[in-house]
């Protein structure tokens, strides 16, 4: 068996040096979902659990939420789905009227999102090379622990296997800044 399994490899090699990218990722999700049907009980607790806020969560979060500039940057990535990265590098330049251009950080593309009204009358006056909030997407990381803390918004459910010199397991906690896009993409859907 394994034998045959080794000459299908050698010719599946062959085979695919002739298709495009498109069929190979085409091919390579298939190939996922298939494993993924096939093999339920090995998925990983990050595939398990939700990760994204509930609208009595976000509520809290934003409650205890006590600097403008943060409530703000929070407000808008909760709304606009934004990354941190994303979010952090916006520019001046990067709103015309009532759209604002996105540089995803992830792809090499961009969006246009148009900003809600209510949002709108939030953003900060920018020149055209200045950024629209002037703030470090470190500390915005920072920031969200302390209010997720603060909120009672801690809950942890894993910790990783040990690493680094000391060996102690990180804390794999439910909401992370991220939690701000999924809630997003929540509430698109």
């Given amino acids: 068996m394994i034998e045959n399994f080794e000459?299908?490899?050698l010719e599946f090699k062959q085979q695919i040096n002739g298709i495009s990218r498109n069929k190979i990722a085409i091919l390579s999700k298939e190939l996922n979902q298939a494993r993924r049907e096939r093999f339920l009980e090995r998925r990983t607790v990050c595939e398990i659990v939700e990760r994204g806020f509930t609208d009595d969560e976000f509520e809290r979060f934003m409650s205890v939420v006590d600097s403008p500039i943060d409530k703000i940057c929070f407000t808008f990535m909760a709304v606009l789905g934004l990354r941190v990265g994303e979010l952090v590098a916006l520019r001046g330049k990067d709103i015309q009227g009532d759209q604002l251009m996105i540089k995803s950080e992830k792809f090499c593309w961009n969006s246009i999102i148009t900003i809600p009204q209510a949002l709108?009358?939030?953003l900060p006056?920018?020149?055209p090379d200045?950024?629209?909030f002037d703030v470090h997407d470190f500390t915005l990381r920072e920031h969200f622990k302390l209010y997720r803390a603060r909120a009672g918004l801690d809950a942890i459910y894993m910790e990783s296997a040990p690493r680094g010199v000391a060996g102690?397991?990180?804390k794999c906690r439910r909401l992370t800044l991220?939690?701000?896009r999924h809630y997003a993409i929540q509430r698109f859907y």
């Fill in 130 to 132: 200045e950024y629209v």
């Fill in 178 to 180: 991220h939690s701000l």
């Fill in 168 to 170: 102690a397991p990180a």
């Fill in 7 to 9: 000459d299908f490899i």
């Fill in 120 to 122: 709108f009358q939030l």
């Fill in 125 to 127: 006056a920018a020149g």
